[in-house]
């Protein structure tokens, strides 16, 4: 049922844009019916899902990469005070910053494309990432950071068997937010880089549509992405229960 | 003082940053293979002694001997709360001193005695509260500690749990002889379970009984009903009365 819910409104509310379209007649250049949408799609859905691949290449290329080293970056900047002081408002600055305005810098010092768009979109991603691991980090349970101590713990056996578990809810949490952020970041990367040809993204190939007032396409394009971002959102929430579904509140089953 | 003490306190005392005097200068010393209890009203630094025994504190003056060496092997604690890992299983949780040593020990021999040995497998937050308690005390016996320090750990049991507790935490401490310095706000417990009570003051804390229990081992639940038991309990809460007085 809670699933059906949003599943029927939306049905609705696609049926409701389909009959207005057609009782008021409107051209397709303006406003296309979901119809016309599904039509567009299915008539370049092979090159349309070519370019899906090349976006969800990037995204989850920079996903990937943020993860890593934004993980990294949190550990390091938890192991001295000095540091996080020193560092983290860099990675503030960094969140803060529309990427759009770093991107045409990139695109000049860097000639591979694919590597320009991994760049954009990393930087888009890895703010959470870092900030809720950090986080995550700080949170560790002071009594039992006691009795690691009190047991002569090492420095990597307290990161490894205390502060990463601590940690590792807080990191999901960083990463579900992050996956659309990547996309996000992709995209804009895609539309400000310009890439065109076989090689280009989903969401070049949407701005190309678009000029060619194509809408139906590029509104097949918009679904697309849309989806995919749906889906990463989905993916990510069944990683982070299955990762903690023995022990944090977050997944209790009932 | 002897010097052959497990540990000996020379006027320690504790002032927190915040200007907390959690401990006023305190003299100690626990001869080792002692069962030792504190009892104190709530807030006059008993588990800040505790903690400054296990050096998980530095204290603001005075010094302290310990005749432990460090690791699982020298020291276990019991904290109030359970302070189990919720990302492990109970064996996993128990297990933890001897991964972190890397010595050996039994731990289901620990679970076992814990009367755990059916939830090696499950979760912190499958256990009770009274199981967690007693996950955390398998924890600490596991390496076989010189030194067992307890903070309360019975204190949200039942008084039926703790009971039960209590001898086989005392039939435990009469197989392996560990020096124990146990905390409780349960004068009966302490005088149960212990050779000798430390009544301290409120705070800041001050020793203002030391009263030695001379029971005979092993001791058995019909003592709790017999009048020198009674007496003892007397003694102690006499002191304690004296000590918020004062
Ligand atoms: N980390 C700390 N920082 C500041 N003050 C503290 C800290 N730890 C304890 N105190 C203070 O020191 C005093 C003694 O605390 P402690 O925890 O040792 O009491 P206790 O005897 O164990 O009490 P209880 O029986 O309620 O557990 C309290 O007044 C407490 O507020
Ligand atoms: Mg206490």
Same mark, same amino acid.
């Given at each position: 049922?809670?699933?059906? @819910?949003?599943?029927?409104?939306?049905?609705?509310?696609?049926?409701?844009?389909?009959?207005?379209?057609?009782?008021?007649?409107?051209?397709?250049?303006?406003?296309?019916?979901?119809?016309?949408?599904?039509?567009?799609?299915?008539?370049?859905?092979?090159?349309?899902?070519?370019?899906?691949?090349?976006?969800?290449?990037?995204?989850?290329?920079?996903?990937?990469?943020?993860?890593?080293?934004?993980?990294?970056?949190?550990?390091?900047?938890?192991?001295?005070?000095?540091?996080?002081?020193?560092?983290?408002?860099?990675?503030?600055?960094?969140?803060?910053?529309?990427?759009?305005?770093?991107?045409?810098?990139?695109?000049?010092?860097?000639?591979?494309?694919?590597?320009?768009?991994?760049?954009?979109?990393?930087?888009?991603?890895?703010?959470?990432?870092?900030?809720?691991?950090? @986080?995550?980090?700080?949170?560790?349970?002071?009594?039992?950071?006691?009795?690691?101590?009190?047991?002569?713990?090492?420095?990597?056996?307290?990161?490894?068997?205390?502060?990463?578990?601590?940690?590792?809810?807080?990191?999901?949490?960083?990463?579900?937010?992050?996956?659309?952020?990547?996309?996000?970041?992709?995209?804009?990367?895609?539309?400000?880089?310009?890439?065109?040809?076989?090689?280009?993204?989903?969401?070049?190939?949407?701005?190309?549509?678009?000029?060619?007032?194509?809408?139906?396409?590029?509104?097949?394009?918009?679904?697309?992405?849309?989806?995919?971002?749906?889906?990463?959102?989905?993916?990510?929430?069944?990683?982070?229960?299955? @990762?903690?579904?023995?022990?944090?509140?977050?997944?209790?089953?009932? | 003082?002897?010097?052959?003490?497990?540990?000996?306190?020379?006027?320690?005392?504790?002032?927190?940053?915040?200007?907390?005097?959690?401990?006023?200068?305190?003299?100690?010393?626990?001869?080792?293979?002692?069962?030792?209890?504190?009892?104190?009203?709530?807030?006059?630094?008993?588990?800040?002694?505790?903690?400054?025994?296990?050096?998980?504190?530095?204290?603001?003056?005075?010094?302290?001997?310990?005749?432990?060496?460090?690791?699982?092997?020298?020291?276990?604690?019991?904290?109030?709360?359970?302070?189990?890992?919720?990302?492990?299983?109970?064996?996993?949780?128990?297990?933890?001193? @001897?991964?972190?040593?890397?010595?050996?020990?039994?731990?289901?021999?620990?679970?076992?005695?814990?009367?755990?040995?059916?939830?090696?497998?499950?979760?912190?937050?499958?256990?009770?509260?009274?199981?967690?308690?007693?996950?955390?005390?398998?924890?600490?016996?596991?390496?076989?500690?010189?030194?067992?320090?307890?903070?309360?750990?019975?204190?949200?049991?039942?008084?039926?749990?703790?009971?039960?507790?209590?001898?086989?935490?005392?039939?435990?401490?009469?197989?392996?002889?560990?020096?124990?310095?146990?905390?409780?706000?349960?004068?009966?417990?302490?005088?149960?379970?212990?050779?000798?009570?430390?009544?301290?003051?409120?705070?800041?804390?001050?020793?203002?009984?030391?009263?030695?229990?001379?029971?005979?081992?092993?001791?058995?639940?019909?003592?709790?009903?017999?009048?020198?038991?009674?007496?003892?309990?007397?003694?102690?809460?006499?002191?304690?009365?004296?000590?918020?007085?004062?």
């Amino acid at each position: 049922m809670k699933r059906l @819910l949003p599943l029927a409104f939306g049905l609705i509310a696609l049926a409701a844009w389909e009959a207005a379209i057609r009782i008021y007649q409107v051209p397709e250049y303006i406003m296309p019916s979901p119809r016309a949408i599904a039509q567009a799609f299915g008539k370049d859905s092979g090159d349309l899902l070519a370019g899906l691949l090349v976006t969800l290449e990037v995204t989850v290329a920079a996903l990937v990469l943020a993860a890593f080293t934004g993980a990294g970056l949190a550990f390091l900047l938890s192991q001295s005070k000095l540091a996080e002081q020193t560092l983290f408002p860099y990675a503030i600055i960094l969140q803060v910053t529309p990427i759009v305005t770093i991107a045409p810098f990139i695109i000049i010092w860097v000639s591979n494309v694919f590597v320009v768009l991994l760049i954009l979109a990393w930087m888009a991603a890895i703010f959470p990432i870092i900030s809720n691991t950090l @986080l995550g980090l700080k949170s560790a349970d002071p009594n039992l950071r006691d009795l690691f101590r009190l047991y002569g713990a090492s420095r990597w056996q307290t990161a490894t068997r205390l502060l990463a578990p601590s940690a590792l809810p807080y990191f999901l949490g960083g990463l579900r937010i992050s996956g659309g952020l990547a996309l996000i970041g992709t995209v804009v990367a895609e539309m400000v880089a310009g890439t065109s040809g076989a090689r280009s993204g989903l969401a070049s190939r949407l701005l190309e549509a678009s000029y060619r007032l194509e809408l139906a396409r590029a509104m097949a394009c918009f679904a697309l992405l849309s989806a995919t971002g749906l889906v990463l959102y989905l993916l990510l929430d069944a990683l982070s229960n299955r @990762l903690l579904q023995h022990w944090h509140e977050s997944a209790r089953t009932e | 003082m002897s010097t052959d003490a497990a540990v000996t306190l020379s006027g320690v005392s504790k002032t927190f940053p915040s200007g907390t005097v959690a401990l006023a200068p305190v003299d100690l010393a626990i001869a080792p293979g002692r069962f030792v209890s504190l009892v104190g009203p709530s807030g006059c630094g008993k588990s800040t002694l505790l903690r400054l025994i296990a050096d998980l504190i530095v204290p603001s003056s005075g010094t302290i001997a310990r005749a432990w060496t460090s690791g699982p092997s020298g020291i276990g604690f019991v904290f109030q709360d359970p302070t189990l890992m919720p990302w492990a299983t109970v064996a996993d949780n128990v297990g933890l001193p @001897l991964r972190i040593g890397g010595t050996t020990g039994d731990v289901n021999a620990a679970l076992a005695r814990m009367g755990l040995a059916d939830f090696a497998k499950a979760y912190p937050r499958e256990l009770s509260g009274g199981m967690r308690m007693r996950a955390s005390i398998a924890r600490a016996i596991v390496a076989a500690p010189a030194m067992l320090l307890m903070d309360e750990p019975f204190a949200a049991l039942d008084e039926f749990t703790r009971f039960g507790l209590n001898d086989d935490l005392l039939a435990l401490w009469n197989a392996h002889r560990w020096t124990v310095v146990f905390v409780t706000h349960s004068i009966r417990e302490a005088v149960f379970l212990s050779e000798r009570v430390i009544v301290m003051s409120p705070r800041p804390g001050r020793i203002v009984g030391d009263v030695a229990i001379q029971f005979d081992q092993p001791r058995t639940a019909a003592l709790r009903n017999s009048h020198a038991f009674v007496d003892a309990c007397a003694r102690v809460s006499g002191l304690l009365g004296e000590g918020l007085a004062a």
